[in-house]
């Protein structure tokens, strides 16, 4: 089998230091395959990627209504997110509305992905708890469907519980794709994550996106947690981060979202297209330059200085840049906007 091309390359002075191999594909939400380089039926674990596939059935399952989420929550529990106070205290909340605490997270604990609220925190002499992991926002969610299902919520990132059984069927039914037998393992965050072909990935957040080709029960909690997210960008990442920074740039036009190992996707309504990619090297930073590639290719409105990012040393001299492969691309044409 043939190596996926190289979509990223990483340069030092006048020489290319790096390169970054991967596949990404563009569908549309009848199905269609738009775009793809690489092989896009390989099996990826989707990883943080698929979060609003996770909150998608607490939304539908009318939890989100029953403890009045705010698009600012609902936003969270699509999140992976710094650490930052305005996270923690959300997830907080949310978790109190319950009428549960911190420790009903199984999401394990670890030290805020923002620096800054890694520094604040250890600056205060505190330790980090579950709302710090960056996943606690889908915790909660996946708490919130439990409450309201009645179901315990002891056990809840079982892949056997009611509320993994509740969310592989909707990634099935949402992506097209089949789950039984696929595998499995538990994510960074112990919630399972299930391996499918990338292009079904993609095919998912096109529907995410054109809500209409989704099953009905689906159809308003998708609009709701898209509008959530890209209303409110900063709770899906933080200060900082490719996601927020994008979406807000784009003003709703785009609906981003990293995962783990180098994998982004995108759902891009004005097009009814789903845009996943993952990088052979699991590097998010290649994938951020990936997907920026792809969003300019487009047409939509992605700041120059994303496409090819300085790299500075401690110093802050000029070392190098990430750069596309333009001919990985070349194929690609604008369709945003029409």
């Known amino acids: 089998m043939s190596a996926n091309p190289v979509l990223v390359e990483v340069v030092r002075g006048d020489a290319v230091e790096s390169v970054h191999r991967g596949r990404a594909v563009i569908v549309r939400s009848s199905g269609e395959t738009l775009w793809s380089v690489g092989d896009v039926n390989a099996l990826t674990y989707p990883r943080s990627s698929i979060k609003a596939f996770q909150a998608l059935p607490m939304v539908s399952s009318g939890a989100a209504k029953a403890f009045a989420f705010t698009p600012e929550e609902l936003a969270l529990t699509c999140a992976s997110h710094n650490g930052e106070r305005r996270h923690t205290e959300t997830a907080m909340a949310m978790l109190s509305r319950m009428g549960l605490d911190e420790p009903a997270l199984?999401?394990?604990?670890?030290?805020?992905?923002?620096?800054?609220?890694?520094?604040?925190?250890?600056?205060?002499?505190?330790?980090?708890?579950?709302?710090?992991?960056?996943?606690?926002?889908?915790?909660?969610?996946?708490?919130?469907?439990?409450?309201?299902?009645?179901?315990?919520?002891?056990?809840?990132?079982?892949?056997?519980?009611?509320?993994?059984?509740?969310?592989?069927?909707?990634?099935?039914?949402?992506?097209?794709?089949?789950?039984?037998?696929?595998?499995?393992?538990?994510?960074?965050?112990?919630?399972?994550?299930?391996?499918?072909?990338?292009?079904?990935?993609?095919?998912?957040?096109?529907?995410?996106?054109?809500?209409?080709?989704?099953?009905?029960?689906?159809?308003q909690a998708a609009l709701q947690l898209?509008?959530?997210?890209?209303?409110?960008?900063?709770?899906?990442?933080?200060?900082?981060?490719?996601?927020?920074?994008?979406?807000?740039?784009?003003?709703?036009?785009?609906?981003?979202?990293?995962?783990?190992?180098?994998?982004?996707?995108?759902?891009?309504?004005?097009?009814?297209?789903?845009?996943a990619l993952k990088m052979d090297t699991g590097s998010s930073p290649a994938a951020e330059i990936a997907m920026t590639a792809i969003l300019g290719q487009l047409g939509l409105p992605v700041e120059a200085v994303r496409k090819s990012p300085e790299i500075r040393n401690w110093n802050k001299l000029l070392t190098g840049h990430w750069q596309a492969v333009d001919a990985s691309f070349a194929s690609l044409s604008p369709i945003a906007g029409r």
Not at 140 to 162: C, F, K, Q, S
Not at 233 to 238: K, N, T
Not at 264 to 273: K, R
């Open 106 to 219: 199984e999401c394990g604990d670890h030290w805020p992905m923002g620096q800054q609220a890694l520094i604040d925190l250890a600056w205060e002499h505190q330790q980090p708890d579950a709302c710090h992991n960056n996943c606690s926002g889908k915790h909660v969610g996946m708490l919130a469907m439990a409450r309201h299902m009645g179901w315990d919520t002891e056990g809840y990132i079982n892949v056997d519980h009611p509320v993994q059984i509740a969310i592989r069927e909707c990634i099935e039914t949402c992506c097209d794709t089949r789950l039984d037998g696929a595998p499995v393992s538990p994510d960074g965050c112990s919630a399972p994550t299930w391996a499918m072909p990338l292009k079904n990935l993609a095919l998912g957040f096109a529907r995410f996106g054109d809500p209409d080709q989704l099953p009905a029960i689906y159809q």
């Open 226 to 275: 898209y509008d959530a997210a890209v209303s409110e960008p900063y709770m899906v990442a933080g200060t900082g981060r490719y996601c927020s920074e994008l979406m807000a740039e784009l003003k709703g036009r785009v609906f981003l979202k990293v995962g783990a190992e180098g994998v982004y996707v995108a759902s891009i309504p004005e097009c009814n297209i789903g845009v």
